[in-house]
């Protein structure tokens, strides 16, 4: 029976010091489509962390777009509570 289990995981949050900024944590096997999906809108700052930062300032709708490639690969995503309400407040 093929292993069906998930690689990777992703963890999303704002960032301490840069509110926002967003903190992508990766944890997992095989990171490389996590990785390869958080580039189109982040910069590797570690091998299992990635830094979503843009001058528009709209990291929140651009995380929210990037949780939805990644679970349409999936790949599970957490976002921490606070990072979810700046993209309900951005987007409704």
Known sequence: ?????????????????????????????????????????GRPVSDDTMLLVRIDHEEPYYANTTTNLLRNANIPVVITD????EIDTDWT
Do not use: N, Y
Request: glycine share 2%; net charge positive; proline share 9%.
């Open 82 to 85: 606070q990072l979810q309400q």
């Open 1 to 41: 029976m093929p292993d069906t289990s998930p690689h990777a995981h992703v963890h999303l949050a704002l960032h301490p010091q840069h509110p926002r900024a967003v903190v992508a944590t990766l944890t997992g096997t095989k990171l490389h489509t996590a990785r390869a999906t958080l580039a189109s809108e």
